[in-house]
């Protein structure tokens, strides 16, 4: 089974700031990862599938790269309703991994 | 407008069984494939497992902590998926996410709001 390691873990940062959360596979998965976001007692959202297209609807501060084995989700701008946990997923094979997440805190 | 509504949680003993719900609208549900994912209270996401579309034989997949005890099903004549869950374990206990697999994204992407599953004596 591919697994999936975020980094960092956590992270404090203030709006306005530009962050960077890694991913990397434990084998190669192509493009077929996810990234999603979940704020505290609600589901995850879907931003980004395919490594880096943008889902509809999700703001263009957002983005992600990469390929193969290691990937990265940017926020831009950080803004106030950015704070969150985000997940990475793969989907290239069964079990479809989650990452164990990214929690973006205010700083 | 797409929802997925989860039912059916609740509070069950160890070696219990349960079955799950997800009640779907605003798209095709019989073209699209289903995905069941979990998170237990503080906890990262797990996926449980997934049921393809007819045209794709019911085909399932299952995560390996739950196979041989978790059942994937669907009902698409009343846009419904299920998820049987037997011989339950306190580490079963999580809320529970049903998810459509988007025919574009290829990933979930949309989500229920989830339903909790309680194992416990």
């Known amino acids: 089974a591919i697994r999936m390691t975020q980094s960092p873990s956590s992270l404090s940062a203030s709006t306005g700031d530009r962050v960077t959360i890694t991913c990397r596979a434990s084998?190669?998965?192509?493009?077929?990862l996810a990234w999603y976001q979940q704020k505290p007692g609600k589901a995850p959202k879907l931003l980004i599938y395919a490594a880096s297209t943008l889902q509809s609807g999700v703001p263009s501060r957002f983005s992600g790269s990469g390929s193969g084995t290691d990937f990265t989700l940017t926020i831009s701008c950080l803004q106030s309703e950015d704070f969150a946990t985000y997940y990475c997923q793969q989907y290239y094979s069964y079990p479809r991994a989650f990452g164990q997440g990214t929690k973006v805190e205010i700083k | 407008e797409v929802q997925l509504v989860e039912s059916g949680g609740g509070l069950v003993q160890p070696g219990g069984s349960l079955k799950l719900s997800c009640a779907a609208s605003g798209f095709t549900f019989s073209g699209s494939a289903m995905h069941w994912v979990r998170q237990a209270s503080g906890k990262g996401l797990e996926w449980v497992g997934r049921i393809r579309s007819k045209a794709n034989s019911y085909a399932t997949a299952y995560a390996a902590s739950v196979k041989g005890r978790f059942t994937i099903s669907r009902d698409d004549s009343k846009n419904t998926a299920y998820l049987q869950m037997n011989s339950l374990k306190t580490e079963d206990t999580a809320v529970y996410y049903c998810t459509r697999q988007g025919g574009i994204t290829g990933t979930s992407d949309y989500w229920g709001q989830g339903t909790l599953v309680t194992v416990s004596s």
């Open positions: 084998q190669g998965i192509s493009s077929y």
